[in-house]
């Protein structure tokens, strides 16, 4: 099982989009995929048609003191191999619940372990804040990625998220290879370009030598949530995330052929 952290302490960068997108995609090439809506205000949920009211099952339950089982809580989708968990409004919560409840911050690493090889990949999508909850991710995954919007004041943003992930790095003891998508991008101007190699200057091949392009018709729920082939969709963002899911396979592949 692999595991993936989509996130960044930035909000509106496309984190939800690329976790659709990504999932999807995987799910496509015949992995079984699981997605972990980890917002409270629950974006991801929403797309796959799951209202607030009722509360759904969710991400929440993994919490308990009595720790609820993740295929137990996971719903299918329409696509085939992908099925995600929802989050619920009271995850906003658990921050203060954190102070007296110890032990919550590997919550997710221990919904894993438990979790044995019921998926290929698990893919987290984070809140726009660092919190316990993208603590948890980041603790609990192989990969991080983060999608960073092209325009100058990302790069601040994308600093601080790097920082992060070396910080768990270093507390966990183990390697935390980040990948950063450049998302939203409109290369039709001057301020994107120059962002883009600003952010290559600074990351190198971490960052993808691609980008997604700035295309509303990715952003359909349609065609992020639904199983009609991706050709149905000719958006230009969603063959730009099978060019992304492409060079993240390729990038682990590489990775694990090094540490071999
Ligand atoms: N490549 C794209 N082209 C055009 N619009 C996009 C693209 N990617 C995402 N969007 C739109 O931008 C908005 C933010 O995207 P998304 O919700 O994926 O970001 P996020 O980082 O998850 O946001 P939040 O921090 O609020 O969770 C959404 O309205 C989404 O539909
Ligand atoms: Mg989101």
Not at 8 to 28: D, E, F
Not at 234 to 246: F, Q
Request: proline residues 7%.
């Amino acid at each position: 099982m692999r595991v993936w952290a989509i996130a960044n302490q930035k909000g509106g960068v496309g984190k939800t989009t690329t976790t659709l997108a990504l999932g999807r995609g995987l799910a496509m090439r015949g992995f079984r995929v699981l997605l972990v809506d980890l917002d409270p205000h629950a974006s991801l949920t929403r797309a796959f048609g799951v209202p607030a009211e009722p509360q759904p099952a969710g991400v929440l339950d993994l919490f308990d003191e009595n720790p609820a089982e993740l295929p137990r809580l996971a719903r299918a989708t329409e696509i085939e191999n992908l099925a995600f968990v929802a989050a619920q409004t009271p995850l906003a919560t658990l921050e203060r619940r954190s102070a007296t409840q110890p032990g919550l911050g590997l919550a997710l690493s221990n919904a894993l372990a438990r979790a044995g090889a019921a998926y290929d990949y698990v893919l987290f999508d984070c809140p726009p804040t660092l919190g316990l909850l993208m603590v948890n991710a980041l603790a609990a995954a192989d990969h991080v990625i983060i999608p960073t919007q092209t325009e100058p004041l990302a790069l601040h943003g994308l600093k601080g998220m790097c920082r992060t992930s070396e910080m768990i790095e270093r507390s966990r003891r183990r390697a935390l290879p980040v990948s950063i998508l450049p998302t939203l991008h409109d290369k039709r101007t001057r301020t994107g370009a120059d962002t883009l190699k600003a952010m290559q200057d600074a990351h190198g091949d971490a960052v993808w030598n691609d980008a997604i392009p700035n295309d509303t018709r990715i952003c359909s729920v349609e065609a992020l949530t639904h199983s009609a082939p991706a050709a149905q969709y000719p958006g230009r963002g969603l063959s730009a995330y099978r060019r992304a899911l492409d060079w993240l396979l390729l990038t682990e592949a590489r990775a694990t052929e090094q540490a071999a």
